[in-house]
């Protein structure tokens, strides 16, 4: 590791909660001569965080700094114009959500949706995943016909073509599928939009795109999929969570019940949870003490 300055090491002392392993020996790569900005690009390599998410806390940081005059390694940047965010609200932005969706289940088929439905969950997503693409519009049909006569909030993961044919409330994307999907399609069938993101870089690519939602995450290890960055944490949610305050944030990510509260101190809106659920004896008692936990 390289050594760091006393103004990067004063940055790293601070806000230690935000600190992962860090994976392998980074490179300083710097992309502007200044102070501040190196300082901040030395903290934010040293707590973990990966190249491009370091890059932009650095970048704000010293906006952050020629804004308030003064640096103050105390003082982790939160503010959306440090950041580039754009003005909220935006006039291309899609449909609203709730701006706090509560317990949010992610589950594998329509039956699953069903039955969580009925237990009040607020917020469920399909996570169906096929390479049958009849099978597809059958379980995302099935799965809109089956929230129907409830307060359940459904969206359908990856398949927006299937949910617009089916008249879903609305899409989840992953960063990946933001290259692919058809946005102006889903925005003209009306249907909300959530994106997943895994650090500052992927939130301000998301925010380009003026979701009804961003999911941010991984918080804690899951072995569910495969994923490009570590466990972030939950202050590192935190901290996402002040960032994004203009929208409805979700906390995914290897979450059960033991940790609701650390997801909840956080700020965030709502959390995702799979196996809190769909591994559990009873999912709809575990559904319930969810929400009590959660609204408590």
């Not at 039955?115 to 519009?137: I, N, W, Y």
């Not at 305050?245 to 979450?255: A, C, K, N, Q």
Request: proline share 6%.
């Amino acid at each position: 590791m390289f050594e760091l300055n006393t103004d990067a090491r004063a940055i790293v002392a601070a806000h230690a909660d935000k600190a992962i392993p860090v994976v392998g020996t980074p490179a300083l790569n710097y992309s502007r001569n200044d102070a501040v900005y190196r300082s901040a690009k030395q903290a934010c390599l040293a707590l973990g965080f990966i190249e491009i998410d370091a890059e932009c806390v650095a970048q704000a940081w010293l906006a952050q700094s020629n804004r308030t005059r003064q640096f103050d390694p105390q003082a982790w940047p939160e503010e959306p114009i440090d950041f580039g965010l754009r003005p909220w609200p935006s006039k291309d932005a899609f449909p609203a959500c709730p701006l706090a969706l509560g317990v949010y289940a992610v589950l594998p088929t329509a039956e699953w949706v069903g039955r969580m439905a009925r237990t009040g969950l607020p917020t469920l997503q399909l996570r169906f995943k096929s390479e049958d693409a009849t099978a597809v519009r059958r379980e995302v049909q099935a799965a809109v016909e089956a929230v129907r006569g409830t307060n359940a909030l459904l969206f359908i993961n990856d398949h927006w073509r299937e949910a617009i044919a089916a008249g879903a409330y609305g899409v989840h994307l992953g960063q990946e599928d933001m290259e692919i999907a058809d946005f102006a399609a889903i925005r003209a069938a009306g249907l909300r939009l959530g994106l997943s993101s895994h650090g500052y870089a992927e939130m301000i690519r998301a925010d380009r795109m003026s979701p009804s939602y961003i999911a941010m995450g991984a918080v804690y290890p899951t072995t569910l999929k495969r994923m490009a960055t570590a466990p972030q944490g939950p202050g590192r949610l935190a901290a996402y969570a002040r960032l994004m305050r203009d929208y409805p944030g979700v906390g995914i990510g290897g979450i059960s019940a033991a940790e609701l509260p650390e997801i909840k101190a956080t700020g965030v809106g709502a959390l995702a949870v799979v196996r809190a659920i769909t591994a559990q004896n009873n999912p709809e008692q575990a559904a319930q003490d969810l929400m009590a936990a959660w609204a408590a």
